[in-house]
């Protein structure tokens, strides 16, 4: 049973940055595709960024050019670095692991989520 710790949120400015993690463990992390998703008050959970075992990458619109998605299979962590951050990025961050190498799932499909983190992006 996988288990997912998401950290590394916190309150910044519009245009700030943040790193956040994604430590995995109960899963042969490398095998799978990863994926970085968020859900705003009273909206629906999104799917933000994919990465797959290999490391090819995959951004959803509204972040692209401004976050990026990293893995440490040695850490069996996932990371995302966000930049020039938007109010309209506040929400909270979970990761979640795909069904194989490729592709990561819909959050509804997801039984299980980890904490999540929560980022604010405010003056």
């Known amino acids: 049973q996988v288990q997912l710790v998401e950290s590394g949120g916190g309150l910044v400015q519009p245009g700030g940055s943040l790193r956040l993690s994604c430590a995995a463990s109960?899963?042969?992390?490398?095998?799978?595709?990863m994926g970085w998703y968020r859900q705003a008050p009273g909206k629906q959970r999104e799917l933000v960024a994919t990465?797959?075992?290999?490391?090819?990458?995959k951004y959803g619109d509204s972040v692209k050019g401004r976050f990026t998605i990293s893995r440490d299979n040695a850490k069996s962590t996932v990371y995302l670095q966000m930049n020039s951050l938007k109010p309209e990025d506040t929400a909270v961050y979970y990761c979640?692991?795909?069904?194989?190498?490729?592709?990561?799932?819909?959050?509804?499909?997801?039984?299980?989520w980890g904490q999540g983190t929560q980022v604010t992006v405010s003056s």
């Open positions: 109960g899963t042969t992390f490398s095998i799978y595709a």
């Open positions: 990465i797959t075992s290999g490391g090819k990458t």
């Open positions: 979640n692991k795909g069904g194989n190498s490729w592709s990561v799932k819909a959050p509804y499909e997801y039984d299980y």
